[in-house]
């Protein structure tokens, strides 16, 4: 039932979830944050690879620019081809045994150095790096490139030396002394990274690290700059050579080279689905090849529903929408894309939802009166703007609010609501990405029959939430959805897991739902050795059984 409780057996003090900056007006964090932007602008970063703990230049330059202002250039940032992909390769394997050789306790000090830096002298550098890169708010800056990530090291760090004493056998017989040594995988982890969060950038390479792997990077071409920043903040912390690679590189590139690499020995992998899907088959094309099992660990797509019962909190869904919807221009895995209302609320809140959204201000990114800034890039907006024209053209559709959209500076839209009465309409199914949210309306009397058409109304079962005043009708959506999110939220917008708090991921076309901020995710980058000691070495090779 909704109320049981799974301890994890994690009996040991944990730490503390970062205290959140406001960086409200007059406050210090704010004018350190706006001085740290201006320094930010005020250059362009060359960015090189980072192999085996060296710089390496390639002279294959491409430029990062600033989303919400096009025109201004961040960083040129040198590309890895074939060549340096290989040596990252080769650098993580040649690092791996040192770095086991560590041990745990002093990988934790260093990881646990990386979020002590973070949450003091690098907190401004990343967060406006962050802001600059990604166009995000100095709110959505401050809870990702610094406190989710600062959370993922230090409880990372908590879990992993738990499992030393959790994983132990439960029985060692007269005679006999079992035990589990905690290995790492055998060979390089390669962490492919997506653009929308620092903090997971950082951490898909980092947290198999913690636990004795070594990693290849692969940052998205749209957070080169951020990214570096947290690499230069690893580096500065103390992680020794070779223990995490850093090689911008296309796509195609680094998985030919990477995944047929004798040494690989497992993904970790946040992006599209169709990317994952397609990596997932070339590893399995190139097992011959490689000395074990990789493990695969992916978080894809999401298309994140909220359903309301005619008897809710209509304020407080107003709020989830909006904010569920539109935070960083719905550029989460988990923003609310597409919603479920009945007939009756949507009569009375969509006048006040309407009234609230023409609040929205939209621009630059360093103008903290903003609540949204651009979407990442231009590929991004034409992909955006496509469904909303579409949506236009539909009879069953309606585009309720916003729909507007302008590239000339930054790539701005608009949010945009889009009202439907066909629950399998484009924008209700695919994910989109970007600020739009798609609205089904239903009678009333179909709570029931809505819950089934959520279930199976998208290929994804990421996140997801459920409004309702009573508890049988939070009970009934409990069970009904109990496999179409990974994430599930009561009365609140189904977006902003919290480390060690709420676990994230999701299944079906989700991903593999391995639970990132959790122990579960730590778990799948060790491969146990299990260890009899036998204290009474037999010295007879016969068996009772065998007498006369």
């Not at 944050?33 to 390639?58: D, F, Y």
């Not at 990062?64 to 394997?93: F, R, S």
């Not at 947290?230 to 850093?246: C, H, K, T, Y």
């Amino acid at each position: 039932m909704l109320d049981e409780q799974f301890p994890l057996g994690l009996m040991a003090a944990h730490p503390d979830n970062e205290p959140i900056l406001s960086y409200a007006k007059g406050s210090p964090e704010r004018s350190m944050l706006k001085a740290e932007l201006e320094r930010q602008l005020s250059e362009v970063v060359e960015i090189p690879c980072i192999i085996g703990g060296k710089e390496v230049k390639t002279g294959n330059i491409v430029k990062q620019v600033v989303p919400h202002n096009h025109g201004h250039v961040l960083a040129e940032v040198h590309m890895a081809g074939e060549k340096e992909i290989e040596d990252a390769c080769k650098a993580a394997v040649s690092a791996q045994s040192e770095w086991i050789e560590m041990g745990l306790e002093a990988r934790c000090e260093i990881f646990e150095r990386c979020a002590d830096l973070l949450a003091g002298p690098w907190r401004m550098k990343s967060n406006a790096s962050t802001m600059l890169n990604q166009s995000k708010t100095a709110f959505q800056a401050e809870i990702d490139a610094a406190c989710e990530l600062i959370d993922f090291w230090r409880f990372n760090c908590h879990y992993a030396r738990g499992f030393h004493d959790q994983l132990q056998p439960l029985v060692s017989p007269d005679g006999v002394v079992n035990s589990t040594e905690i290995r790492p995988l055998e060979g390089f982890v390669l962490a492919i990274t997506p653009f929308n969060f620092s903090s997971i950038a950082a951490n898909l390479p980092s947290a198999p690290a913690i636990v004795g792997c070594t990693s290849v990077w692969k940052p998205s071409r749209n957070s080169y700059h951020s990214n570096y920043v947290l690499m230069r903040l690893m580096m500065e912390a103390g992680l020794p050579p070779g223990v995490i690679n850093f090689v911008p590189s296309s796509g195609p590139t680094i998985s030919r080279m990477a995944l047929s690499n004798p040494d690989f020995a497992g993904l970790h992998f946040t992006g599209s689905t169709s990317t994952f899907q397609g990596l997932w088959k070339r590893i399995g094309e190139s097992l011959d090849g490689l000395r074990s099992y990789p493990r695969i660990v992916g978080e894809t797509g999401g298309k994140d529903f909220i359903v309301a019962h005619p008897d809710c909190d209509e304020q407080g869904l107003i709020v989830a929408l909006l904010r569920g919807a539109f935070e960083y221009q719905g550029q989460k895995c988990s923003a609310a894309s597409r919603a479920y209302i009945p007939e009756s609320v949507w009569t009375r809140i969509s006048g006040p939802l309407a009234k609230e959204i023409s609040k929205i201000k939209m621009g630059d990114a360093s103008d903290f009166t903003n609540f949204m800034t651009a979407v990442i890039d231009q590929r991004a907006f034409d992909k955006i703007t496509g469904y909303i024209d579409r949506a236009r053209e539909r009879e069953t559709c309606d585009v309720f609010v916003g729909g507007g959209s302008d590239d000339s500076t930054g790539w701005f839209i608009e949010p945009t609501i889009i009202v439907t009465e066909d629950s399998r309409s484009e924008t209700m199914v695919e994910e989109i990405f970007g600020p739009v949210l798609t609205v089904n309306v239903y009678a009333d009397d179909r709570f029931l029959e809505i819950l089934e058409t959520c279930d199976t109304g998208s290929p994804y079962a990421l996140t997801g939430s459920i409004f309702a005043s009573n508890e049988e009708h939070i009970d009934i959506a409990f069970n009904k959805l109990r496999f179409s999110a990974g994430n599930f939220y009561i009365n609140d917008k189904p977006t902003g897991a919290v480390v060690a708090q709420q676990p994230f991921g999701g299944a079906r076309a989700s991903g593999t739902n391995d639970k990132a901020g959790g122990p579960l995710n730590l778990l799948r980058w060790i491969s146990p050795r299990s260890i009899k000691r036998t204290l009474k070495t037999p010295h007879d090779w016969t068996y009772p059984f065998m007498e006369d």
